[in-house]
């Protein structure tokens, strides 16, 4: 099949997934999660034949598997819309792919399938486990979830929005795939919606995330009304670029650079920085943790693509040295929030909390990363991150499903199988998920050379240290101190020591289906950092060709180059990671319980108030306004007073159109009017009805004469 | 050839002499023979006319052939009506058959 074909055949069988178990299948568990795993795989082989000849095509950059066709008509031209592979796409097609895939084979175990159906789970709610009566005796098992097909329709469509993201050539169907995803997070978020919480989380989500939609529709508004088109590249040649430079706009910014603004604030809300972060933890309600993922780990990341992908334009009015207003505006965000997360997840108890707080850390990296320019670094960390979150976030997952087993079999609910410091010792019940773990954990954290993470963060370490971004430089030192503190304290209370609670000696390991995903994605968590080896980093470089640098960078019109070496970056990255290591190992090998964690600051441990401030000035006044002014105000005066006013009048004038028109005109006049006059001048003429002929006859003859009479007399 | 006034005159002379019979006649059927013979005045006119017009024209010969037709196919139905009229009243009297008054 054609490769271009193809691409416009990726994003569909998911979404026909959607309508299929919408539709028709969804009484039947076993064939809506053939029908959604199937459709997730014919989409992940598809994919993977695209990404494999996109290695194989030569000039990849220059001339990309592209086609579109005509859309909408616009005056004398045409809208066109379509699909683009370049290396950029390709790289990220791969890595959406299998993470896609993982989280749909995931689900199947996580939701509990071939188990029995709950003795009292409603749908809407979590299920919460089934009697089964065994060799004369009861005891309590997992039960699948009530709405187990539903579920596999919301990952369909969520797959659906972020294949279109991906394969897009142009802002509108990428902005179309975007709000897509947007709906189905809602969705996923709030699919228990028999918890407030999960509701209220839901529509935090949604909401926060809409005030960067908005902003991100204005900027594309703009960017066509400047350019007349939204396809990436037209937009990206260097005429048009030259002529977004040059112009001026609001606040002494270049037109590209107010527009790259406008565009940043969507990712903004999209990829939970700084100030709108604040969904992102509280999204941790979705079912754990499938949701999750696809919040922290691949969804998030369309916002760091979206930047990635307008990068030519943020950098359009960059002349390598100075940042502009929107890349320090940028870079200031996302070091700010790499930093600033990262305080907030050392404090944090709830397993899938830290890792929440951990994704936005690592989503600020990449931001500033692209704030400086680093355009291959963000990529890279982009990619690896999505496979070493992703393995993290079902490992958690996998944890809290077999702590959620310990529950059951002790039947004591008050324990939350969330809780770090209701585990511990779980290296030995659950082997599998603690080494996958372990590996995730440390490419987060980027223990040196065998990680992903390693590379991809040094990678932006150096590129802010070569090009003299030295505030960057510390901030992102510090954050990835505090990474592998966090990881290292994450691992240390869930997994190594002894069990803290009855529940946690009573876990088991998770059934193959949740296994098997964790396995592949920690391959990927290891290895894919050796494809972005720097050429001159010390014995390493040159033995395996920087082949990522090369392959991504070509999607640029010039190639951008790689960083100098040096070793202060390179020994930075090694102490902050082993350090963070150590120490988050040391200090939290002891500890047996919350008061005796130091670092239970209220501060950390309540996100520095952000919901609260959120709450004092922005919900409060809200439901103030709704209240008193929306409410009291416009609704009962104005509106309200406006319809009194209307209900008398309209009864006022009513009345009197009736006693003054309606009666005696129209009835008393034309109706028995017409009716009297009619039966008075028939009572009149019907003397003349003798019934004898010769009288009608004479009639006749007498008229016609005095008719003809008439008309002669009229003629002379 | 006598000019054709003379027939136009003549026709005019008989229509009147059969609208005088239908007025004045008390008899039904005497009506009805006033009736034939205003009915004839029209047929003269029309032959007059058609003689001294375009004789290739046949419209006003056939026109009269017609009214024959006509003629005979009224006095048909009038005759029935009236025998009908004096079975059930026992008078051919028009003044008396007064049925269709208010």
Redesign the interface.
């Known amino acids: 099949m054609e490769t271009t074909t193809l691409i416009w055949l990726i994003p569909l069988p998911p979404v026909l997934a959607f309508f299929l178990i919408v539709l028709f299948t969804n009484k039947s568990k076993a064939l809506s999660h053939t029908i959604g795993v199937g459709a997730a795989a014919l989409s992940f082989i598809g994919s993977m034949v695209v990404f494999v000849r996109a290695l194989g095509a030569e000039h990849l950059g220059e001339h990309p598997f592209e086609s579109a066709v005509n859309w909408l008509p616009t005056g004398d031209t045409w809208f066109r819309i379509g699909v683009l592979i370049d290396p950029l796409g390709a790289a990220v097609l791969f890595f959406v792919a299998i993470t896609i895939f993982m989280i749909f084979l995931y689900s199947v175990g996580y939701h509990n399938y071939g188990q029995p159906a709950g003795d009292h789970d409603r749908a809407g709610l979590p299920p919460h486990g089934a009697t089964v009566e065994e060799h004369g005796h009861k005891h309590v098992v997992p039960s699948v979830e009530p709405m187990y097909s539903r579920f596999f329709a919301f990952l369909g469509l969520f797959a659906f929005g972020m294949y279109v993201l991906v394969v897009s050539d142009n802002l509108l169907t990428m902005f179309v795939g975007w709000e897509i995803m947007g709906l189905c997070s809602y969705l996923l978020i709030g699919f228990w919606y028999g918890k407030p919480s999960a509701r209220d989380a839901a529509v935090k989500a949604f909401m926060t995330t809409r005030i960067g939609d908005v902003f991100m529709l204005l900027g594309i508004a703009y960017l066509y009304s400047a350019t007349g088109t939204l396809t990436f590249r037209e937009i990206f040649t260097e005429e048009t670029l030259h002529m977004l430079a040059e112009h001026t706009t609001f606040f002494g910014m270049s037109v590209s650079g107010f527009i790259a603004l406008l565009l940043f604030i969507g990712t903004i809300g999209k990829s939970a920085q700084f100030p709108l972060h604040v969904w992102l933890p509280d999204a941790m309600e979705g079912p754990t943790p499938v949701s999750a993922m696809i919040h922290a780990a691949t969804m998030v990341s369309a916002g760091v693509y979206a930047v990635i992908r307008m990068f030519p334009l943020l950098t359009a009015d960059f002349n390598g040295h100075e940042l502009t207003t929107t890349m320090t505006i940028v870079a200031f965000i996302g070091a700010f929030t790499a930093l600033f997360a990262a305080t907030i997840a050392v404090a944090q108890n709830d397993i899938k909390r830290v890792l929440a707080y951990s994704t936005i850390s690592q989503l600020g990296y990449m931001i500033a990363a692209l704030g400086i320019g680093a355009y291959v670094a963000a990529a890279f960390h982009l990619i690896t991150h999505a496979f070493f979150k992703a393995l993290l976030f079902l490992g958690s997952g996998s944890v809290i499903h077999g702590m959620e087993h310990g529950v059951l079999h002790t039947g004591n609910h008050n324990v939350d199988p969330q809780d770090m410091y209701n585990m511990g010792g779980l290296r030995k019940k659950m082997p599998i998920t603690f080494w996958t773990f372990l590996i995730g954990g440390f490419a987060l954290s980027g223990f040196p050379l065998i990680t992903a993470g390693f590379w991809s963060k040094d990678e932006i370490l150096a590129d802010a240290f070569g090009h003299g971004h030295m505030a960057v430089f510390i901030t992102l030192a510090v954050a990835a101190f505090l990474t592998a503190f966090y990881t290292m304290r994450q691992i240390t209370l869930t997994f190594l020591g002894e069990p803290r609670t009855k529940e946690a000696e009573h876990a088991q390991e998770t059934p193959w289906t949740m296994t098997v995903p964790l396995m592949v994605l920690s391959f990927f968590a290891l290895t894919y950092g050796w494809v972005g080896i720097p050429e001159h980093f010390p014995l390493l470089g040159g033995l395996v060709p920087n082949w990522f640098h090369d392959f991504v960078g070509h999607t640029l019109h010039e190639l951008p180059e790689a960083p100098e070496f040096s070793w202060i970056p390179l020994l930075t990255s090694l102490v902050v990671a082993l350090g963070g290591l150590t120490l988050g190992y040391f200090v939290y090998r002891n500890v047996q319980s919350v008061s005796d964690d130091k670092l239970q600051i209220p501060l950390l441990k309540n996100k520095y108030y952000f919901d609260e401030i959120y709450d004092f000035a922005f919900v409060k006044p809200a439901y103030w306004f709704a209240e008193n002014v929306v409410y009291k105000f416009m609704d009962q005066r104005v509106i309200d007073g406006i319809l009194h006013i209307f209900g008398p009048v309209t009864d006022k004038l009513g009345s009197a159109i009736r006693n003054y028109f309606d009666l005696p005109v129209i009835n008393r006049f034309f109706g028995d009017g017409s009716a009297e006059i009619t039966y008075w001048f028939g009572g009149k003429l ?1 003397v003349i ?6 009288q009608y ?2 009639l006749a ?1 007498v008229t016609f004469i005095i008719g003809v009479a008439l008309y002669f007399f009229a003629l002379s | 050839m006598v000019p054709l006034s003379w027939y136009l005159i003549f026709a005019a002379a008989l229509f009147s002499i059969g ?1 005088f019979g ?2 004045s006649r008390r008899n039904a059927i005497a ?1 009805l023979l006033g009736v034939e013979l205003m009915l004839n005045a029209v047929n003269i006119n029309l032959a007059a006319f058609w003689r001294y017009g375009n004789v290739l024209h046949m419209a006003g010969q056939v026109f009269a052939v017609i009214v024959f037709a006509v003629a005979a196919a009224e006095v048909a139905v009038g005759l029935a009506l009236v025998i009908s009229v004096y079975r059930r009243r026992n008078t051919v009297i ?2 008396e ?6």
């Open positions: 019907r009805q003798t019934g004898r002929v010769q006859l004479m003859l | 609208m239908v007025l009506i028009a003044d058959i007064d049925l269709m008054k208010w």
